[in-house]
């Protein structure tokens, strides 16, 4: 489990492919305890750790995981938002996270004014239902709330410590954004769905 309050930045040392199992090598800014087999959040998916050498750390990814999210678009010397699971007696300052992707938006447009940043994404129609104004978001593995949301985008607006913790700021119009719905919010909606079917109300 994560709580989409990254860590720090990591940095894409080596992608190789082995038949159907795309190897990543990364940077990782923190390593202290970390073993074989822990989970970690790179750019919001959930990954397990294969290897460890020094500070670069292997990662295994299938093509469904490429297919899903933007891991696919990456290339060597790209930085990735890096989060290191949530352990019993942390503090939880963002929300809680699988590390599952729901899907992929797309940056639609980005506005910056002094240290502050505001970005408009276009979400598919596969997360409409989920998105409220106020309501919590992961984007690329960053808790973050809801702004406005209308026909099928929604803004956000990033504080300037979230801008220096993370690769929002280096995002630009049309880049590819991974992104996680909130369990709670996942579960009222489709709780308020089976109950208006079971009720026979129709949309």
């Keep these: ?23 990543f090598e990364i940077n990782l800014p923190n390593v202290e305890n970390l073993v074989t087999g822990a989970s970690v959040s790179i750019n919001g998916v959930c990954l397990t750790v294969v290897k460890i050498n ?9 093509d469904e995981t490429l297919d899903r999210t933007n891991l696919g678009d990456l290339i060597e010397g790209d930085n990735v ?29 980005k506005i910056k004014s002094g240290d502050q940043m505001s970005l408009n994404i276009l979400a598919p ?14 984007i690329d593995g960053i808790s ?3 702004g406005k949301v209308v026909d099928g985008t929604f803004d956000l607006h990033i504080i300037p410590e979230t801008l220096r913790l993370t690769i929002l700021d280096s995002k630009e119009v049309g ?11 996942q579960l009222i909606v489709e709780t308020i769905e089976r109950l208006l079917v079971d009720r026979g109300v129709t949309r």
């Design 1 to 23: 489990m994560f709580t989409g309050i990254v860590q720090g930045i990591g940095e894409i040392i080596v992608i190789s492919k082995n038949n159907t199992v795309t190897s």
């Design 54 to 62: 020094s500070n670069i750390v292997q990662f295994d990814v299938i």
């Design 81 to 109: 938002n890096v989060e290191r699971s949530l352990k019993f007696g942390d503090e939880v300052g963002g929300h809680i996270l699988s590390g599952h992707i729901f899907d992929t938006g797309i940056i639609k447009s």
């Design 125 to 138: 129609p596969s997360i409409h239902k989920y998105l409220t104004e106020k309501g919590y978001i992961a």
């Design 144 to 146: 973050l709330t809801v």
């Design 175 to 185: 880049d590819v954004v991974n992104i996680e719905i909130d369990t709670n919010t």
